[in-house]
Structures are given as C-alpha cells and as structure tokens.
C-alpha cells in the first residue's frame, strides 16, 4: 500500500516570493519544517543557479515602482500563456524569456496537476536547455512525473547535474531515490544511495523514510531496514511516526511480528499516536500465523482510541480471520464489508474463498464465488484464478475448463496470473488446441509470460511427448533470462537422451550448468551417459574433465573404453591424463585400444610417443600383446628408438616386479 495517501507527500517545502504583487501558491508540499542545514544548502544552491533577475531603477526614481508592476505583469501573462497553451514549445518560444526559474517551477507543478506529462516533460526540457534550473526544479520534475518517469531517465537527469550542491540536495536525491523504488529498482535504490553519501549527501528523515519504504518489496528488507533504522539514530536523527509506520509495515511484509510489536509500542512510548496505518500495518503482521485474539485486541484498541475502522483495516482483520481457520467470522465480517460498502471489488471474497478451497471446503468456497457473481462484485480475474486452481488441485476438471472458458467469453483483461491459471486448467485438461488460442492471446495482449508459465506449458508439452516443443519453450524461457526449474530440465534432458536428441540434451544441461544456482551432482553422470549414447564424445570428454570426481567407476569404464574406440584421436592423450588425474588407475587394456588406435594411423606417431613417454613418467606398462604390436611396427618408429622404447618399457615393469616382491 502506498503510504503516501495517509500521511501526505514527504516533499521538502520550497517557497518563491517576487516583488509585489506575488505570483500564484505552489503546490502543497510536506508540512514538515526544513532544517538549518537544508536551508543553508538550498540558499546557496538558489543564489548559483537563478541567473535572471528583474531590472529596478535606482530607489529614488519615480518609475521604479510601476516598472516592477509591468514586469510582474508580463510574467504572469507569459505564465498563464504556458500553462493554457496546447502546443507547449510554441507558447515557450513565445514567452519563455520572459520567465524566471521559479516560475517554470510553478508551470511545472500546474501540469503536474493536471496529469499533462508530456507538456510536463517539455517544459524541463526546455529549463535544461536554457540553464533555468534550480535544486527544487530537479526534484519537483522527477516527483511530478511519477511512474511516468522511467528510472533509467531520472538516473540520465540525475547524472547530468553538473552543480555539486545540487547534486546532493536531499530534496534532489530523495526524488531519485523515490522514482527507483516507485519502479522496483531497490537494489539500485540503495546502491545509489551509498554513492550519494560518499559525494556529499547529508540524509534527512524523508530520505531514510524513502528508503525503508522500498523494504518491504525485497527478499532481505526486514535486514536493510533494520540497518537503515540504526542509521538513523546514528546520525542523531528523530523516528517520527512516518517511519515508525513504514518500518511496522516492513516487519509485516518480512514475517516480522514480534518485531512490529515491538516497534508499535515504541513509536507510542515516544509520545507517537498511532493512526489508521499503524494499526493497519500491525493488523498484517498478525495475519502471517493467524492471530486473531491479538488482533481483536488491536482492533479494540484503536477504536477505543476514537478511529474509524476503515476498508484496509477491516480487510486486514478479514485476511486474520480467513488465516486463523476462522470462517464464520469471517463470513460475518465480509457481510459488514458488503454493508459499508467496502465489498465492492473482488479481494475480501478472493481471502475467504481461497482460504476455504486451500482448507477443503470446495462446496463453501463457490458459494463466495457464485454471491459475488451474483452482486457484480468488479474483478481483476483473480476470483476466477483462485477458483480454477482449487478445482485443479481437487481434480474437478471439467469445472476447471468450464470456469475458464467463461471468464474468456466475458472478460477481455487479463494479466499474467489469471491467464497462467487458466493455461493450467486447459493443460491439466489436454485441451491443446485452448492452450495454443490461449498462447496467441498473450502475444496480442503484448503480456509477457513469467516463470511459472514457462514452467506450466514445459511439463505440459513432456506429458504430451512434444519433447521438441517444450525443449524450444525451455530455450525461449532460458532466452529472457528465466531460470528452469532443475527437476524439469533432468526430467526434459532424460526424455530427450531417450528419443535421441543427445545435442539438445546437452544444451539443457549446460542452461543449468551455467546457471546461479548450484546443480544436483547426478545430473553429471547423467549427461555423459546421453552423450556416449549420441556418440558426441567431444562434449562428454569435457564433461568428464569437469566433474571426474563426480562420476562412478562404472560411468567412467564406459565413457573412457568408448572414447578409446570412437572419441578423436588427437585427444586421446588429453583424455588419458584426465582420467589419472581422477584417482583411477589406467588398466593395460585402455593402452592397448588407444595404442592400436595409433598404430592404424602412421601420421599418429608422435602422439603415440608422447603417450608411451607419458606412460613411463607415471609408472605404467604395456602388457606382453601390445609390445609385440610395437614390435611388429618397429619400422614405423626406426628399429633403435623402438628398441628405446621397449628398453624404458621393459625396466619400468622389472621396478615394479621388484617394489611387489618387496611389500610381500
């Protein structure tokens, strides 16, 4: 929830004043008081970067008086010009000389008003391009343009000030920071934030309020808060109640409840009254394990407290009721949501019924359903999904294709969740057909799949031996840099190794290999077994390399006598010292396939020699059989490096005889 809409926009103030009479109000901003520091630094800023002033006469002259009049009034022309105009670049051509900047500030926050953002954006463009910026321009334009303002463009703005007091204005950075979290940028978010301090930035309140409220969007935000909070007080800054709300919220959002306690009764030892958002936000956090008699007393508490219980919170108490098994309080509760009016679109009814359907109670959970059909309850498609994966899960089928082939005929929203539920549905159905019209109608919507789609056509495609087609899925899912689950790829990769597509096999593996997380052990052996089988002796050899210690003994008979036989000669000997290298003693049969190996291909030769050299190094010998074929192909080498050969051959094996001889 955006806490925004409780405690107002944490904007610094900034106050413009002309010469009489003043032009119009800026917009409302934060009604919190800025400090010394920030006063001093936007002063300092204003002073260096507003370089039009008013021509005055001197005080004495009589006309002095009505220039200024003049003066004032063309500017407000000129403003009024801007802000009424419908093609911005004209009326700036027009009229921006006459302006100051503090009057493109206020044009700016007009459109802003207005929702005309890409008048908005012109304007700035304009105030960039003739060097009519001040501090409160940067951060009126990133705040006033919202989710409009894609993060990457407020970096680029941010980037671009070359005004280092107005680089590390917190009003400035609290904007940029504000738009990356806005957008789901936290990471980049904080990472930013730790460039602005070591540049000069000074953080207030509103900028670790900002910060925090971007925690509860990520996986370590209850960690990052936590440090943030510390921070704070490090700094000898004050927790007010906006951040005592926010981090409440975080500790919700994190599974946090004893901390969210915790901080409650902190914030109210302080001297800080709770309001609608702070119970709201302890009221979540009770709903994590269902504690329903804490959040009745909670509940008790604020209204006691003279607050009016409003939709969030009583939702929220709903969400309690429906995670503490409580369904007929619950069922009490959505009928006083219905009465006040707060039931009108689908989420209380989504709560209860998809507590019911996940506890059993299937036949209760569409009666929910059918009564918010029936009042027209406005839907996102979420009730529908909800209702889809329980029959799904209880193996009602039939009800499962039905219910999503209505919300086809009637809806023409969809997202990504509802559209996954029903894919599910017709898979789990076998209705090809209604999955591939389903498919077409996410191309046209332009909604991208996410994980679980990819996930729910993969193992679709497997039951229905499209190996091919969930291997081309696997790919496109791998492409937009989605992570496959393990257990799909192995049970992909085996088929695949099974009806003989080894190379395609291999591509699975290595999208896991390459992947961040680290990989089930068998899956090693298992590939190289696909590999020998598909004769691609190149790959295994590189598989085994990697993984030698992985593998079996009887996995590495196989890949080691088929390499010999079949693999590329020319790696051979590589193959050779892989295997020794992984602890296993060569047996005199391996030497004796990849000598004979050499011996058919005379150009061979000096490999061959290499290996014997390397075979003498290493303590090993050939056996009676294979010296005899050397022998009988001594013309191949020269009768004397032959008789070199075999003289290093023959006292390796009488060392060895000896060093037996010895140990008995």
Not at 51 to 80: F, M, N
Not at 96 to 101: A, N, R, T, W
Not at 551 to 578: E, Q, T, Y
Not at 601 to 619: I, R, T
Request: proline share 3%.
């Amino acid at each position: 929830m955006d806490i925004s809409h409780v405690f107002g926009h944490r904007l610094h103030s900034v106050f413009f004043t002309l010469s009489p009479p003043p032009p119009p109000p800026p917009l409302p901003f934060s009604s919190r008081p800025i400090t010394n520091s920030q006063s001093t630094s936007t002063n300092s800023v204003s002073t260096t970067t507003t370089t039009r002033t008013l021509r005055t006469q001197p005080q004495d002259s009589p006309k002095s008086k009505e220039y200024i009049s003049v003066s004032h009034k063309s500017r407000q022309s000129a403003l009024l010009d801007i802000q009424q105009s419908s093609d911005i670049q004209l009326a700036l051509q027009r009229s921006g000389d006459m302006l100051q900047v503090q009057d493109f500030n206020i044009v700016m926050r007009q459109l802003g008003k207005q929702n005309r953002f890409k008048d908005l954006s012109q304007v700035f463009e304009w105030m960039q391009q003739h060097g009519e910026l001040n501090f409160a321009s940067y951060s009126s334009y990133i705040k006033l343009m919202g989710k409009n303002l894609h993060p990457n463009k407020a970096l680029e703005i941010y980037n671009g000030i070359e005004d280092r007091l107005i680089k590390v204005n917190p009003s400035v950075c609290n904007s940029v920071l504000g738009c990356l979290n806005r957008n789901g940028k936290i990471e980049k978010s904080f990472e930013l934030f730790r460039h602005m301090k070591h540049d000069g930035l000074v953080p207030d309140v509103v900028t670790y309020s900002t910060l925090l409220s971007g925690c509860a969007k990520v996986q370590d935000g209850y960690t990052k808060a936590t440090e943030l909070v510390q921070e704070l007080k490090h700094k000898g800054l004050q927790m007010d109640s906006v951040i005592y709300g926010t981090i409440i919220s975080v500790c919700a959002s994190c599974n946090q409840c004893k901390e969210a306690e915790r901080y409650f009764n902190q914030m109210k030892i302080e001297g800080h009254v709770p309001n609608v958002f702070h119970y709201s936000s302890l009221l979540n956090a009770y709903s994590v394990d269902g504690n329903y008699e804490k959040a009745e007393e909670i509940f008790k508490e604020m209204k006691s407290a003279g607050l009016v219980p409003n939709k969030v919170v009583l939702t929220t108490l709903l969400k309690v009721y429906v995670r503490g098994g409580l369904f007929e309080k619950a069922r009490v509760l959505l009928n006083e949501l219905e009465a006040l009016g707060y039931a009108e679109e689908e989420m209380p009814y989504c709560l209860l019924m998809d507590a019911l359907s996940k506890a059993g109670k299937i036949d209760e959970a569409k009666l929910v359903f059918t009564e918010m059909k029936t009042r027209n309850v406005k839907t996102d498609g979420y009730a529908y999904s909800i209702m889809i994966s329980a029959f799904c899960r209880y193996g009602l089928l039939d009800d499962a294709k039905q219910l999503a082939s209505e919300f086809e005929a009637k809806y023409e929203k969809y997202d990504v969740v509802t559209l996954n539920t029903m894919l599910c549905a017709y898979c789990r159905t076998r209705e090809m057909e209604n999955v591939m019209n389903l498919m077409k109608k996410m191309d046209k919507l332009a909604i991208n799949p996410d994980r679980n789609t990819f996930h729910i056509l993969i193992k679709y495609f497997v039951k229905e031996k499209l190996y091919m087609l969930a291997f081309k899925t696997l790919q496109d899912m791998h492409n937009r840099g989605q992570q496959p689950d393990e257990e799909i790829c192995s049970n992909l990769m085996f088929h695949l190794g099974k009806t003989g597509a080894h190379s395609e096999a291999y591509t699975v593996y290595n999208m896991l290999r390459y992947s961040k997380k680290p990989m089930c052990k068998d899956l090693h052996e298992k590939v190289l077994y696909i590999l020998i089988a598909g004769r691609l002796y190149k790959d295994a050899y590189v598989v085994f390399k990697d993984n030698a210690r992985l593998i079996s003994r009887p996995a590495l008979k196989r890949f080691s006598s088929s390499f010999m036989s079949f693999g590329n000669i020319n790696l051979i000997n590589d193959v050779m010292k892989a295997i020794h290298n992984s602890g296993y003693k060569i047996g005199q049969g391996l030497f004796s396939m990849a000598i004979t190996r050499y011996i058919a291909q005379p150009e061979k030769k000096d490999l061959l020699l290499q290996l014997l050299e390397w075979m003498s190094g290493q303590g090993y010998v050939v056996d009676p059989s294979t010296r005899n074929l050397i022998l009988k192909n001594s013309d191949m080498f020269g009768r004397q490096q032959t008789a070199e050969i075999l003289s290093k051959q023959h006292m390796m094996s009488r060392t060895l005889k000896i060093k037996e001889t010895s140990k008995r």
